[in-house]
């Protein structure tokens, strides 16, 4: 049974930082490309950040710059640092996995994902 489990979200004043984990249980993880998402009430769920097997990253426009996401092969995780939150970085945070036939593919649509976590919260206070 494929699993995705978030962790990490909570309440934090504008201008602080939070990490978020995702451990993946039920997959070969290294052979994943990974990716967050988020979604604000009311809005669909956007892309923020993806990281490829071998490494490589892309990031949303909105969070280039501030949020840096990274993976550990051996504890089958993903992370997602955000550093200099803004209010408007309030939303639940998912991440997704999928399969990646080639190490540098990288994706940051949310139909290119098959596995999904059941997602965190993200509050920022101004």
């Known amino acids: 049974q494929v699993r995705l489990v978030e962790s990490g979200g909570g309440l934090m004043q504008a201008g602080g930082s939070l990490r978020l984990s995702c451990v993946s249980s039920?997959?070969?993880?290294?052979?994943?490309?990974l990716g967050w998402f988020r979604q604000a009430p009311g809005k669909e769920r956007e892309f923020v950040a993806a990281?490829?097997?071998?490494?490589?990253?892309i990031y949303s426009d909105s969070v280039k710059g501030r949020f840096t996401i990274s993976r550990d092969n051996g504890k089958n995780t993903v992370y997602l640092q955000m550093n200099s939150l803004k209010p408007e970085d309030t939303a639940v945070y998912y991440c997704?996995?999928?399969?990646?036939?080639?190490?540098?593919?990288?994706?940051?649509?949310?139909?290119?994902?098959?596995?999904w976590g059941q997602g965190t919260q993200v509050t920022v206070s101004s």
């Open positions: 997704a996995a999928t399969y990646s036939p080639s190490g540098s593919y990288v994706y940051a649509t949310t139909h290119a994902y098959d596995y």
């Open positions: 039920g997959r070969t993880f290294s052979r994943d490309a």
């Open positions: 990281i490829s097997r071998s490494g490589e990253m």
